[in-house]
């Protein structure tokens, strides 16, 4: 259960499958302002076993008050 307000992306399947590169850049050198790196805190074999779970990861349903509001 998310109970914080969201800051970064949802992660699942869908945002890794077939760009595995830009992936694996973004938790290595972070994005600028928004997500630290993690290229000297975890070795790169940490970061490809990160993407390899990820892209067991289901999409998230969105939460039922933002289904309320598509409607
Ligand atoms: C091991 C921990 C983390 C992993 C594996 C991770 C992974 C990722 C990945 C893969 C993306 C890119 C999604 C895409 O390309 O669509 C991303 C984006 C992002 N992450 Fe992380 N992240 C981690 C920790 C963090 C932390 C600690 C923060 C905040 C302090 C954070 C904030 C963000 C934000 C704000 C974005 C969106 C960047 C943008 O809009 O360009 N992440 N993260």
Same mark, same amino acid.
């Given at each position: 259960?998310?109970?914080? @307000?969201? /800051?970064?992306?949802?992660?699942?399947?869908? @945002?890794?499958?077939?760009?595995?590169?830009?992936?694996?850049?973004?938790? &290595?050198? %972070?994005?600028? %302002?928004? &997500? !630290? %790196?993690?290229? /000297?805190?975890? $070795? !790169?074999?940490?970061?490809?076993?990160?993407?390899?779970?990820? @892209?067991?990861? $289901? @999409?998230?349903?969105?939460?039922?008050?933002?289904?309320?509001?598509?409607?």
């Amino acid at each position: 259960m998310v109970i914080s @307000k969201q /800051y970064g992306p949802f992660l699942s399947r869908d @945002k890794v499958v077939g760009r595995e590169g830009a992936v694996r850049s973004t938790i &290595m050198d %972070g994005e600028t %302002g928004l &997500m !630290p %790196g993690f290229r /000297y805190g975890m $070795e !790169p074999v940490q970061v490809e076993a990160i993407i390899e779970y990820l @892209k067991t990861v $289901e @999409k998230p349903k969105p939460p039922v008050s933002s289904w309320i509001a598509e409607r």
